[in-house]
């Protein structure tokens, strides 16, 4: 158990947007993807890319993607529609593959500042709409794997974002109350499962959405996940 200064005892993070920059990582990685799938076919490309809400003159996606807090599955979806083919199954295998071998820009430098939070005494976790093969190899690329107690994608039984339900088996397989456990993320999704599963939510600013759509959302947002040791020390019980 935590010090009581802490707000929380638990602290479950999103993936991309939150440990991981979601711009710096994903939109090259988004485009290069369209690339191979078109055969660098410009119409294809351009199909693609109004099915995911990307904008090919910024190289960035719209902050109303689909697909930001979205499943692989659903990622999928909107290429197979942009391609004109109809074996998703097959689309999304392919995704999964790439998004494992993508290279990830930490939000923060991650090991030092997850290392000092479980010194705290807090349990982590990280609950992503990707999949649990593809976050499990990437947290374990970027050398942080190992300080999380939980790890879990949309395909590992519990459901995805909005739904608590993922954020709940969080909770239980820590043995934690659901009301000491923050959720951290930079979607609406992430903050929506958050408050519908009784526990806190963060914002954090690393992803595409704004402030602006996040706070009502929200018990506070933040920059980025390195200034939440701060607001977690910050009211002594």
Known sequence: ????????????????????????????????????????EAALISAMARELRFELETESFFKDSPVIAGTNREAAECLARGLGRADVGEIEAYLAAEAARAPLSEAVPLLPLLEGLAREGLRLGV?????????????????????????????????????????????????????????????THDLEAGRAAGMMTVA??????????????????????????????????
């Open 127 to 187: 609950m992503t709409n990707d999949s649990e093969a593809s976050a499990l190899a990437q947290l374990r690329g970027a050398g942080v794997a190992q300080s999380f107690d939980f790890i879990a994608g949309f395909d590992s039984g519990h459901g995805a974002k909005p739904s608590p339900e993922p954020l709940l088996a969080f909770a239980s397989a820590v043995g934690l109350e659901p009301a000491r456990v923050v959720m951290v993320g930079d979607s």
């Open 204 to 237: 954090v600013l690393t992803g595409p959405a704004e402030a602006d759509d996040l706070s009502p959302h929200a018990d506070m947002v933040l920059p980025d996940i390195g200034h939440l040791p701060m607001w977690l020390k910050s009211e002594v019980a």
């Open 1 to 40: 158990m935590s010090p009581l200064r802490h707000r929380a005892d638990g602290v479950l993070f999103d993936k991309d947007g939150t440990l991981f920059d979601f711009a710096r990582t994903w939109n090259v990685w988004a485009l290069t993807v369209m690339r191979q799938l078109a055969g660098g």
